[in-house]
């Protein structure tokens, strides 16, 4: 039976930064394992790894950096200079620049596929880390001091802790029995990539409608990565559109500020939930990413506070190398993630109540808030901060 300190189950974006994180901050003293259900080299097929792109906040590149992930991915991202908010046929908006805030970028977009493929170079490169792929795990069995996981082709492995960052539907939080709370947004969001007829300047935009907010993301060769929320029966309607169809449609929630919408990609779609746990360790048991919480993509939390979440529990396993499954160890992340991870939920899902109707108090209510928000900074710096990541973790 092979022997680990760490076993990660899931090798997509947040088990993959874990795993390097690890390896990096103990220097190779760590021997760590990675379960991965899917091909890493397979850009197609991994899901993890889709035709989606993510925002890497501020705060979240400093933790990049700070772990010597960086310099890789910022080869294949794109910079965002300006922020715009805005409230879909209302006079409520706000901006935010760069400028404003003496930054090269408030954030990154970056494509999952290509973070993926550096990814598992990096991981495959590592002498101290071990993928077990395409591979899931099956069983878990926990002792006063091990844990013993039994893959799906039988063979087992050992380490003194598991890390579930298995996804939403967790098979590990399964087998360790921590409950799932859930709550439907009645929401579906409708993903690709687009063309404008003007150049997006890495401007990012959120459009609030009465259907759902419509969010824009500049990308390389001036292309911009869109996620449109909507209704469920009206996310069917609008994928069944003709290219020309939907673009007209995309145009009218949208507007003009990036002139005619000229070409879309390969559409995809996924409903919309919060699925979170409120447990977040067990006996020599931690979970992070999507298995921890998935968020509304609304103001582009889920990843950020994901990221957050792995940077923490890789800071106190790193104070704890001779026996990094212990339970002081585990309690001090799950403690010092608390406050973060209930006001990111929290935020997230007022701002999806709050903006994805039409009703006269809320549409009247959001608008001054807008108004208020750019012409008062004390008013915007709150969500300036967690926009930016710059929180406490």
Same mark, same amino acid.
């Given at each position: ?90 006079? @409520? ?231 990094? @499954? ?62 930016? @990541?710059?929180?406490?973790?």
């Amino acid at each position: 039976m092979k022997q680990f300190d760490v076993i990660i189950a899931g090798g997509a974006m947040a088990g993959a930064t874990l795993a390097l994180a690890l390896d990096t901050l103990s220097q190779g003293k760590l021997a760590i394992a990675v379960v991965e259900a899917h091909p890493l080299d397979d850009k197609v097929a991994h899901p993890g790894f889709d035709s989606r792109s993510i925002a890497l906040s501020y705060g979240s590149v400093q933790i990049l950096q700070n772990l010597c992930l960086w310099p890789s991915l910022q080869e294949v991202v794109t910079p965002i200079t300006h922020i715009h908010v805005s409230d879909r046929s209302h006079i @409520g908006m706000t901006d935010i620049t760069c400028q404003q805030l003496d930054l090269e970028a408030l954030g990154y977009v970056v494509e999952l596929a290509d973070a993926g493929q550096i990814y598992a170079q990096k991981m495959q490169q590592s002498p101290h880390i071990e993928l077990f792929c395409p591979s899931a795990v099956q069983q878990v069995e926990r002792s006063m001091d091990k844990v013993i996981v039994t893959l799906n082709d039988q063979q087992t492995i050992q380490a003194k802790l598991l890390v579930a960052a298995d996804g939403a539907i967790s098979t590990c939080c399964e087998q360790i029995g921590l409950i799932q709370q859930e709550h439907d947004f009645e929401q579906v969001a409708v993903i690709a990539n687009v063309v404008s007829s003007k150049t997006h300047q890495g401007r990012a935009f959120e459009r609030f409608t009465a259907d759902g907010p419509v969010a824009l993301l500049p990308m390389s060769d001036n292309r911009l990565s869109l996620v449109w929320c909507l209704p469920p029966a009206k996310a069917e309607q609008v994928l069944s559109l003709s290219d020309e169809g939907f673009l007209a449609q995309l145009q009218d929630a949208f507007g003009w500020r990036l002139g005619r919408m000229n070409k879309v990609g390969t559409r995809a779609c996924y409903p919309l939930q919060l699925r979170y746990r409120e447990q977040n360790i067990s006996h020599r048991f931690a979970i992070v990413g999507n298995a921890a919480q998935t968020l509304h993509p609304i103001a582009g939390q889920g990843f950020n506070l994901g990221i957050r979440d792995v940077a923490s529990l890789a800071d106190e396993l790193i104070k704890q190398q001779a026996d990094v @499954g212990c339970y002081r160890g585990l309690q001090a992340f799950s403690q010092r993630r608390e406050a973060d991870r209930d006001a990111t939920i929290k935020l997230t899902s007022s701002l999806v109540h709050l903006f994805s109707n039409d009703w006269l108090t809320t549409r009247i209510g959001r608008n001054v808030g807008l108004m208020m928000m750019d012409n008062l900074p004390w008013l915007k710096m709150p969500l300036l901060r967690r926009t930016l @990541g710059v929180v406490n973790r």
